[in-house]
């Protein structure tokens, strides 16, 4: 069975970037499917970042492109989330997910998730 | 984007009743749905993909209907580890967007 887990920073400076990797494990990340990073800010719902395929394709939410950018390592078979500009609003737990199904199926592998918090 | 509406925000049941929880998206997405189960501290849990499949371990208890713009996550008989917050989501299109969420709670 796939494991994902994240690992990074647990402060970020405000202006900062924020950097996260997921180590995709028990599976290669040359499979058919899409590799997502979601958020979840303290006592809310969740929200979509971003995506890459194997190839380096990658898909962003826009309500973030300018800030985000999300990269693969097919040799430490993990991927990676880069979020610049960082304030307050970006404290959250992020997770990174798969989605199966060449794009069009759910996330159906999730890490255990990482708190970050933005804070001088 | 797609907004996604869930309905109620939280609701209270006690153990055996049969809860609904419903989602609305602002266009259709055909059947490209899924659902999830989260407790607190925990990543989300798949339940329910393409509207109406059951993910592989999710007890039969659960289940889902619908298609176009209107779903429904249905727990035939709610046990005490159903507790938690649902969530819907459309794959149909990028950005993957969520639904607010629904709290079940212990009546």
């Known amino acids: 069975q796939v494991q994902l887990q994240e690992s990074g920073p647990g402060l970020v400076k405000p202006s900062g970037t924020l950097s996260l990797t997921c180590a995709v494990s028990s599976g290669s990340i040359f499979s058919n499917a899409w590799w997502s990073w979601v958020r979840q800010s303290p006592g809310k719902g969740l929200e979509w970042l971003g995506e890459?395929?194997?190839?380096?394709?990658?898909n962003y939410n826009p309500s973030l492109q300018s800030r985000v950018t999300i990269s693969v390592d097919k040799s430490k078979n993990q991927f990676s989330l880069r979020l610049s500009s960082v304030s307050a609003a970006d404290t959250a737990v992020y997770y990174c997910?798969?989605?199966?199904?060449?794009?069009?199926?759910?996330?159906?592998?999730w890490g255990q998730g990482t708190m970050v918090t933005v804070s001088s | 984007d797609i907004q996604m509406t869930q309905s109620p925000s939280s609701l209270s049941a006690s153990v055996g009743d049969r809860v609904t929880i419903t989602c609305r998206t602002s266009?259709?997405?055909?059947?490209?749905l899924n659902w999830y189960q989260q407790k607190p501290g925990k990543a989300p849990k798949l339940l329910i993909y393409?509207?109406?499949s059951l993910q592989s371990g999710v007890p039969s208890r659960f289940s889902g209907s619908g298609s176009g713009t209107d779903f429904t996550l249905t727990i035939s008989s709610l046990q005490p580890e159903d507790f938690a917050t649902y969530y819907c989501?459309?794959?149909?299109?990028?950005?993957?967007?969520f639904g607010q969420g629904t709290k079940v709670e212990i009546k």
């Open positions: 997910a798969r989605v199966r199904n060449s794009g069009v199926g759910p996330f159906d592998i």
């Open positions: 890459i395929y194997h190839s380096g394709s990658t």
């Open positions: 393409a509207a109406s």
């Open positions: 266009q259709s997405i055909s059947s490209y």
């Open positions: 989501q459309q794959s149909y299109t990028t950005p993957r967007t």
